[in-house]
């Protein structure tokens, strides 16, 4: 069962930056398709970026593009979230989440499309 733990959350100012990572451990991930999500208050959890884990495909929700940049260290088993121009309602936690089976990148956009999931860092942008 792999495990992942995210870090990397913390309160910063409107236009800051932050980038969190997560660590994949406990299992043979090469094949697999990461993913990060966002919960803010009183709202669902919703799709914020993925990359295969081999390869170069990412993909991104409209509303964290060109803002967002998503990126793995296959040596070191992490998958990071680079967060730029960081705007209020960005506030939320983020998870990690893993897929086993392959899909279409652009398909896995839904929380019941990943298998694994961190418990997740707060990311807290004040105006």
């Known amino acids: 069962q792999v495990q992942l733990v995210e870090s990397g959350g913390g309160l910063v100012q409107a236009g800051g930056s932050l980038r969190l990572s997560c660590v994949a451990s406990?299992?043979?991930?090469?094949?697999?398709?990461m993913g990060w999500f966002r919960q803010a208050p009183g709202k669902e959890r919703e799709f914020v970026a993925a990359?295969?884990?081999?390869?170069?495909?990412?993909y991104y929700a409209d509303f964290v593009k060109g803002r967002f940049t998503i990126s793995r260290d296959n040596a070191e088993n992490t998958v990071y979230l680079q967060m730029n121009s960081l705007k209020p309602e960005d506030t939320a936690v983020y998870y990690c989440?893993?897929?086993?089976?392959?899909?279409?990148?652009?398909?896995?956009?839904?929380?019941?499309?990943?298998?694994?999931w961190g418990q997740g860092t707060q990311v807290t942008v004040s105006s």
């Open positions: 989440a893993l897929r086993v089976r392959f899909a279409p990148i652009t398909t896995l956009k839904r929380v019941q499309d990943y298998n694994n």
């Open positions: 406990g299992g043979t991930i090469s094949s697999y398709t």
């Open positions: 990359s295969r884990w081999t390869g170069g495909s990412t």
